[in-house]
């Protein structure tokens, strides 16, 4: 009788564990599969894993700001930025969800949305002191951007202090 028992009990917590990790195993499964495809340009199929990974964790920045940039490479705007912003409450120093919003506003000639996403990206540039020679590269892209926008905007004074940012960029990076 006890060995029944016993058996029943193991049989029970072996079920409840397979329950619990299983999905985290499945998960971690589409965050890699996710992330390869993504590598690969293979926007959709990224996309698809994405989608799961954030259904089981709706608190991956990393996977929400992948997720809003296959959405803009598949054309799905609407989409691309409302995933980008879900992104920023969860996490709001992803550098790269500021520079692909950016790119996506860029896209839809929509200036100031565009130079905001960009001006957000530098003062996190600045606030961080990430401005080491690797990126260097980064910070020069979204200076040139902000410029391009503030122009736009026939903001020049603006554009004028970023040209002299750019500059100062520049110089380090040759250095």
């Known amino acids: 009788m006890w060995n029944r028992i016993l058996v029943i009990v193991t049989s029970t917590l072996v079920l409840i564990l397979l329950y619990v990790f299983i999905p985290g195993l499945r998960n971690d499964r589409d965050r890699i599969l ?6 690969s ?9 994405y989608e799961k990974v954030i259904d089981y964790n709706a608190n991956s920045p990393k996977e929400m700001t992948r997720l809003g940039y296959c959405y803009f490479k598949t054309g799905d705007v609407k989409k691309a930025i409302a995933t980008f912003k879900k992104s920023i409450q969860i996490d709001s120093t992803k550098l790269k ?3 692909w919003l950016g790119d996506v506003f860029l896209q839809e000639e929509d200036f100031l949305n565009a130079g905001k996403a960009y001006q957000k990206l530098i003062s996190l540039y600045r606030a961080h002191h990430l401005l080491d020679k690797t990126d260097a590269d980064d910070y020069m892209y979204a200076l040139d951007k902000s410029v391009f926008c503030e122009l736009k905007l026939k903001n020049d004074s603006l554009a004028l202090r970023q040209l002299h940012s750019f500059a100062s960029a520049l110089r380090m990076k040759i250095q």
């Not at 996710?34 to 590598?39: N, T």
């Not at 340009?41 to 894993?49: F, M, Q, R």
């Open 41 to 49: 340009d293979h926007w959709k199929k990224a996309a698809k894993l």
């Open 34 to 39: 996710g992330d390869k495809q993504f590598k």
């Open 97 to 99: 969800t500021y520079r």
